[in-house]
């Protein structure tokens, strides 16, 4: 009971509850209120909205520690863009993680909201068009309702994820003054990392309890179709907004998506001379790819590990849950209780599981090695997975796989010869996820390696530091180099880009059932 009772003693105990609380429910309120007039105005842009959704999820694509060292780069008061819009340290304030996350979030939020709005029957609205219901007043008295539960289900998962943020804290701590930015689960990882994993462990716990709770409220939600009704005063118009309000308010939702980005790559392109200069300059005087070399060269071991991890254990976590998934929707494996374990999963953060992975992997010997990545990182991405493909099999045709059994097949065999071939839609969207979520993952790489990929004996896949611990590495007070962490910024981004294009047609398909028409 000794580490619990330091909870009481700790001096630094009150300021992480204290931040704690803070991430998780501002970041959750900043989402909901921006998301739904962004989803709004995507919806009545019809199919010119759908092909601006892929631009609005770039954010949510790009790794964490990547969105947070762009940021911190752009506010920087002397040498970033916020020189010439407001320039405060914004280094140590934990409005800084609350713009990360957010930035992170929002696409994701306004994603699952889109989703339910246009899912709304077509009879409901041709009711409403009777009725001479438009613009906000059908807003709050139609569409909010019906969307409540994909409003309520985002607003407990960005808590959770506000909960449970830690790429900001990471790339902010050496900026900050001590325990400035820290929440309990970055807390939790240092007293980990520094040796103490009685006390870690404890703090685990608190959050693990905290975690289930969040997440059966983010399962139950998710089972619900209730419509809440929302009073609406008599001020609120019928009428559409203009669309030219509408297409003003988009460019500047875009501007904050994209601007970090472009930041981001103008100040790959710039001289150390250039990026040192203050006042800073915008564009890049003489533009050079030399930040990029030193990069690609300094940085491709651990690339090289995070390529070989991503891969690998993406083909592992399709391999488990797509078969898993099928008989889970066709079949009824494991009923309910089966799918609420699994969104109980996909609601539980990572830094659960360093304490007891840490001795397992320790004992078999794959410490500090790719194969020790490539046996946990499913952990985090097999949930996600197996929630996507349940969703797709839940309206694939039965007629499929019982016509390929009427000709002899069995189950097996029609799902592996049949179904899994007409299924590429949803494999490619599990697929995208699952890498994306390898890709850019942190927590594990910390707590599992301490060393770069050894090049000179790529078969013994030994060290397995990954390309985020890099940019890190990059972005400490020792080794910082602006042009070269934005460059290696910048290359983190490609792949995640790449996917987010190749699936661009089915990004809602993870909130909306879908599946192959034959």
């Known amino acids: 009971m000794s580490n619990y ?60 520690v990547t969105a947070a060292m762009m940021w911190y780069l752009m506010l920087n008061p002397f040498f970033g863009l916020a020189y010439y819009l407001f320039p405060y340290n914004w280094a140590s304030s934990i409005w800084t993680v609350v713009i990360v996350d957010v930035w992170r979030t929002l696409p994701l939020t306004t994603l699952i909201i889109y ?18 219901l438009a613009g906000p007043r059908k807003l709050f008295q139609i569409d909010l309702p019906l969307v409540a539960p994909q409003i309520l289900t985002a607003a407990v998962l960005m808590m959770i994820s506000g909960f449970f943020t830690f790429d900001p804290i990471y790339i902010g701590k050496s900026q900050a003054g001590p325990r400035a930015l820290d929440n309990l689960a970055f807390y939790a990882f240092e007293q980990f990392y520094e040796g103490v994993p009685g006390y870690a462990s404890a703090i685990i716990v608190l959050m693990g309890l905290l975690a289930t709770a969040m997440a059966m409220v983010y399962i139950r939600l998710l089972s619900t179709s209730s419509f809440i009704k929302i009073p609406v005063p008599r001020i609120v118009p019928s009428s559409e907004t203009p669309l030219w309000i509408q297409v003003a308010i988009l460019l500047i939702y875009m501007t904050f998506i994209v601007l970090p980005i ?11 001379k250039e990026i040192l200069s203050v006042p800073p300059t915008i564009l890049p005087i003489e533009p050079s790819l030399s930040n990029y070399y030193q990069a690609f060269s300094q940085g491709l071991p651990y690339m090289a590990a995070s390529l070989i991890a991503a891969l690998t254990s993406t083909g592992v976590t399709i391999v488990l849950a797509a078969p898993a998934a099928y008989v889970m929707s066709r079949h009824g494996l494991g009923g309910s209780r089966l799918l609420a374990y699994i969104l109980f999963l996909n609601a539980t953060p990572t830094i659960i599981y360093i304490v007891p992975l840490f001795s397992i992997l320790r004992s078999l010997g794959i410490l500090n090695n790719v194969w020790g990545l490539v046996a946990v990182f499913p952990i985090m991405t097999c949930p996600i997975v197996s929630w996507i493909l349940y969703n797709y099999y839940k309206r694939f045709p039965a007629h499929i796989e019982e016509a390929a059994q009427a000709d002899g097949m069995n189950r097996l065999g029609a799902f592996t010869r049949i179904v899994l071939p007409l299924s590429r839609e949803g494999l490619l969207v599990a697929f995208i996820y699952s890498f994306l979520i390898a890709w850019g993952a942190l927590i594990f790489p910390l707590a599992f390696t301490y060393s770069p990929y050894d090049l000179s ?31 290696a910024g910048v290359i983190s981004s490609i792949p995640p880009i790449i996917l987010l294009l190749l699936g661009r047609n089915n990004l809602e398909k993870i909130w909306a059932s879908g599946g192959y028409k034959g």
Do not use: H
């Open 457 to 487: 004996k790529p078969l013994s896949f030994s060290g397995a530091q990954t390309f985020s611990i890099f940019i890190g590495i990059l972005t400490s007070p020792a080794t910082v180099s602006y042009g070269v962490t934005a460059a």
């Open 115 to 132: 989703s339910g709005l246009i899912s709304i029957p077509r009879e409901v609205e041709e009711a409403a068009q009777a009725d001479g």
């Open 5 to 64: 009772l330091r909870f009481f003693q700790d001096p630094f105990m009150a300021r992480i509850v204290s931040n704690t609380l803070f991430y998780m429910t501002v970041v959750p309120l900043i989402d909901i209120a921006l998301a739904i007039p962004l989803a709004v105005i995507l919806k009545r842009l019809g199919s010119l909205g759908k092909k601006i959704l892929p631009l609005i999820m770039i954010p949510s694509f790009i790794p964490g």
């Open 262 to 272: 472009a930041w981001l790559i103008l100040l790959s392109l710039k001289s150390p």
